[in-house]
């Protein structure tokens, strides 16, 4: 296993973007809540929101690719190839399952047990993009493993888990979350909790193959309670 531990701050203070893992095939961030894993698609954003993207080309040479996204409002570990070849085999690695996440997340309200799983499709609501939609029809299969952790020093009423999204469906988190009458704490889309200040979701851990030398690379990035 490849410990690589942190390279430290990159980038100007606004983007606030840390790079974890550099080397010439891959670049591995956490990013910040409101930052975009990727240029958006609409004109929606204002022009002075720095990305993911725009901020990697500060780890010097060609601009990375994505290898997956993060919602906007999602901080956390984030894969950014350097190479085409690199991101042809972190897709693959994608592809098969082999790479490993998992999440920290603040939740409203308690959940029914200590550790559980979700089973429930999920497809766009059209009426309310970019909401998805539980629906066992048309949906996709969805599966997300929840357990409690310490909550120490957390307000009354919030709970605090490890998610694990087994499949990689959009928003697939929140919306199980909120099924389970637990949304994540400052979800705006799915649990009209109270404003504090952020969505409470975080990519804590990440373990993929490296592209080239196939070792595994474990990468850990925490998430700090600030509620």
């Known amino acids: 296993m490849i410990d690589p531990g942190q390279e430290g701050s990159r980038g100007n203070a606004k983007a606030a973007l840390r790079i974890l893992f550099l080397d ?40 990375p690719e994505a290898v997956h996204r993060l919602d906007r409002d999602t901080s956390g570990l984030l894969i950014l190839a350097r190479t085409a070849r690199a991101r042809a085999m972190l897709g693959r690695a994608f592809e098969a399952g082999v790479v490993r996440k998992s999440y920290r997340a603040f939740l409203a309200g308690r959940l029914p047990g200590l550790e559980g799983v979700v089973h429930l499709p999920l497809a766009p609501d059209a009426a309310a993009p970019p909401r998805q939609r539980v629906d ?19 307000p009354a009423g919030v709970t605090a888990v490890d ?17 389970l009458g637990c949304p994540v704490l400052g979800d705006r889309l799915y649990g009209h909790t109270p404003s504090v200040g952020r969505l409470w979701l975080h990519a804590a851990r990440i373990e993929f193959p490296h592209p080239e ?14 509620l």
């Open 213 to 226: 030398s196939g070792q595994s690379v474990t990468l850990l990035a925490p998430l700090a309670v600030d």
């Open 136 to 154: 066992p029809i048309v949906g996709r299969a969805a599966t997300s493993r929840w357990g409690v952790v310490d909550g120490e020093g957390l």
């Open 163 to 179: 998610l694990v999204p087994v499949t990689g469906r959009s928003h697939q988190l929140r919306v199980h979350m909120a099924w």
């Open 24 to 63: 010439e095939h891959v670049v591995v961030v956490d990013k910040p809540a409101g930052m975009p894993s990727v240029p958006a698609r609409t004109p929606h954003d204002p022009p002075d929101v720095a990305t993911v993207l725009a901020a990697g080309e500060l780890a010097d040479g060609p601009r």
